[in-house]
């Protein structure tokens, strides 16, 4: 059971805060953003999703920039609480259209029913958008889409012709169109997050996909649809069958390792044809989770060097490699190395003609940080930096330094080559033809390269 539940911003104003059961403390949300913001413990600089302060259970993740927190004095099960947290943030995302801080303030009476129908005395009544519907009254008031911040090319679905702001997504389930009419859309995201190390001389040493099908309808009366994918997609090494994880190597040109579905997903043709048949219910779910540990192609080659430079001198060489086609281009890209903790300072020289390119010295951890607003596909990028140091390294300065790690986001692309052949829906009427919207999106989980 909980206790309490609240969202804070990044600056630790307490937006919503409802307290279920009396037996925490009133100043439980100023106490854990502040050991969140000077966490020191474990020689980690983050909190730990879970920990206990003066018996006090305090569970947390952080979505869009918000921290959802849960408070309790007894023992739960972890997984179950985290789980719960980000549910509700979907169910909150779901209602609103926008999950944001001006959202939420603007919104904070339809955010306390939505709470109050949830949980009942720090008990879970329901986390499932669609059965919140019926005893949910308040409309929600609509955040204006155009301030919130641009997601460059991210923020298009292309279809052939047809192109639509990425904002569109961003609607409440409830909300209906000027004129009383609702919307017939429906969006599908392929998000795969990859995981990849690097050797020092560039080879790949472990490499993962871990992969979803995202689903948010607008579409009236929750018609059946049909979802396609890749033909000769195969389940497990043996890749045989949904249900037979069994044999020595997969056959087909794509293969997950595993994957699960949700429940409103039948599998009937599923091994026949791979397609997937589901009534979408309300709200943002996934469809299809999925991981790969089959070889693929990186989208980013990194290469690194440091050396000493004379005393107290080093030099640091950073070359990045876009191995993506030219038509795609990679966006909100950050790289960043520990430098010796007896670096001073950091001089940078970019390329000639860089544009949206930003360099940083972080001195509290002795952090090199490389920020490009984008990168198109093919193209390569060096930094140059040359390091001031308090003392000689001794020949171990590369063992002190790195190593390179990198995030980034790639709209339609995707290295595992799964694809959606064809999104099918059922009784469509002669005067409603539903748009239907799918987006592949590739972000780093884990992009590491050792020195």
């Known amino acids: 059971m909980i206790s309490q539940f609240f969202v804070l911003s990044q600056r630790g104003d307490n937006i919503v805060f409802r307290d279920y059961r009396g037996d925490v403390?009133?100043?439980?949300?100023?106490?854990?953003?502040?050991?969140?913001?000077?966490?020191?413990?474990?020689?980690?600089?983050?909190?730990?999703?879970?920990?206990?302060?003066?018996?006090?259970?305090?569970?947390?993740?952080?979505?869009?920039?918000?921290?959802?927190?849960?408070?309790?004095?007894?023992?739960?099960?972890?997984?179950?609480?985290?789980?719960?947290?980000?549910?509700?943030?979907?169910?909150?995302?779901?209602?609103?259209?926008?999950?944001?801080?001006?959202?939420?303030?603007?919104?904070?009476?339809?955010?306390?029913?939505?709470?109050?129908?949830?949980?009942?005395?720090?008990?879970?009544?329901?986390?499932?958008?669609?059965?919140?519907?019926?005893?949910?009254?308040?409309?929600?008031?609509?955040?204006?889409?155009?301030?919130?911040?641009?997601?460059?090319?991210?923020?298009?679905?292309?279809?052939?012709?047809?192109?639509?702001?990425?904002?569109?997504?961003?609607?409440?389930?409830?909300?209906?169109?000027?004129?009383?009419?609702?919307?017939?859309?429906?969006?599908?995201?392929?998000?795969?997050?990859?995981?990849?190390?690097?050797?020092?001389?560039?080879?790949?040493?472990?490499?993962?996909?871990?992969?979803?099908?995202?689903?948010?309808?607008?579409?009236?009366?929750?018609?059946?649809?049909?979802?396609?994918?890749?033909?000769?997609?195969?389940?497990?090494?043996?890749?045989?069958?949904i249900y037979d994880y069994s044999g020595s190597s997969g056959s087909g040109s794509v293969i997950l390792d595993d994957c699960n579905f949700h429940e409103s997903v039948h599998l009937d043709s599923f091994d026949v044809d791979r397609t997937l048949t589901l009534a979408p219910s309300d709200g943002e779910f996934p469809v299809m989770n999925y991981r790969i540990t089959q070889e693929f192609k990186p989208p980013f080659r990194i290469n690194s060097l440091i050396e000493e430079a004379g005393p107290l001198k080093a030099e640091v060489i950073l070359k990045n490699y876009a191995e993506f086609p030219s038509s795609i281009t990679a966006n909100t890209i950050v790289v960043e190395m520990p430098l010796p903790t007896y670096t001073t300072r950091v001089n940078y020289e970019l390329e000639p003609g860089a544009v949206g390119q930003m360099t940083d010295f972080k001195e509290s951890n002795r952090r090199l940080e490389w920020s490009l607003k984008k990168i198109v596909g093919g193209s390569e990028h060096t930094l140059r930096a040359k390091l001031t140091c308090s003392q000689e390294s001794h020949g171990n300065i590369t063992k002190e330094a790195g190593p390179v790690s990198m995030t980034f986001t790639i709209p339609m692309y995707n290295p595992s080559r799964l694809q959606v052949k064809y999104l099918q829906i059922a009784k469509k009427t002669k005067t409603s033809n539903p748009y239907r919207w799918v987006r592949y999106v590739t972000q780093a989980n884990s992009y590491v390269a050792r020195i």
């Open 25 to 241: 403390q009133k100043g439980s949300a100023e106490v854990f953003f502040r050991k969140v913001k000077f966490w020191k413990e474990d020689d980690k600089e983050e909190a730990p999703p879970v920990f206990n302060l003066d018996g006090v259970n305090y569970f947390h993740v952080k979505v869009v920039g918000l921290l959802f927190v849960a408070t309790t004095r007894n023992n739960l099960s972890p997984s179950l609480v985290l789980e719960l947290l980000q549910r509700i943030a979907r169910v909150i995302k779901d209602y609103l259209g926008v999950l944001s801080e001006g959202s939420l303030r603007k919104n904070f009476v339809l955010v306390y029913e939505l709470l109050d129908e949830v949980m009942d005395f720090g008990y879970v009544q329901t986390t499932s958008t669609e059965v919140l519907k019926s005893y949910i009254f308040n409309e929600p008031i609509v955040v204006d889409t155009d301030r919130l911040p641009s997601l460059g090319p991210a923020a298009l679905f292309v279809q052939g012709a047809k192109r639509m702001p990425g904002t569109a997504v961003t609607k409440s389930v409830v909300a209906h169109e000027p004129g009383g009419r609702k919307r017939e859309e429906i969006f599908v995201d392929i998000i795969e997050k990859i995981s990849v190390t690097f050797s020092s001389s560039g080879y790949i040493l472990t490499s993962e996909i871990d992969g979803t099908i995202q689903m948010k309808s607008y579409l009236t009366g929750n018609p059946e649809i049909r979802l396609a994918l890749n033909d000769d997609l195969s389940i497990g090494r043996g890749g045989r069958s």
